[in-house]
Nanobody
């Protein structure tokens, strides 16, 4: 059974940092890209970052230079390190998995509709 479980959300002051975790089970990270998405109230779900099975990373402009992604294959866990947080980063954050094979293993995309499995989300609130 495929599962993704996010954790690490919470309340943080502007300029602060948080690290989100995405614990995965039921599939191998060697065959899947992992994407992080967020959705603020009244807004569309936004893809912000992804990592391909070959460890190539895509960053959306909104988080470039502030957020980083990493993975620990031994623990089947992905991490989203968020620094220099802003109030506009407030949202529910989701991780998702997308199977990628062959040459597609080199790339990842942050198109929500192309992802196969999703976590339940974790709330991040940036406020003073």
């Amino acid at each position: 059974q495929v599962q993704l479980v996010e954790s690490g959300g919470g309340l943080v002051q502007p300029g602060g940092s948080l690290r989100l975790s995405c614990q995965t089970s039921g599939f191998s990270l060697e065959d899947y890209a992992i994407g992080w998405f967020r959705q603020a109230p009244g807004k569309e779900r936004e893809g912000i970052i992804c990592i391909s099975p070959s460890n190539n990373v895509y960053y959306a402009d909104s988080v470039k230079g502030r957020f980083t992604i990493s993975r620990d294959n031994a623990k089947n866990t992905e991490y989203l390190q968020m620094n220099s947080l802003k109030p506009e980063d407030t949202a529910v954050y989701y991780c998702a998995a997308q199977r990628r094979t062959g040459w597609r293993r080199e790339l990842c995309v942050v198109v929500a509709g192309s992802y196969d499995y999703w976590g339940q989300g974790t709330q991040v609130t940036v406020a003073s």
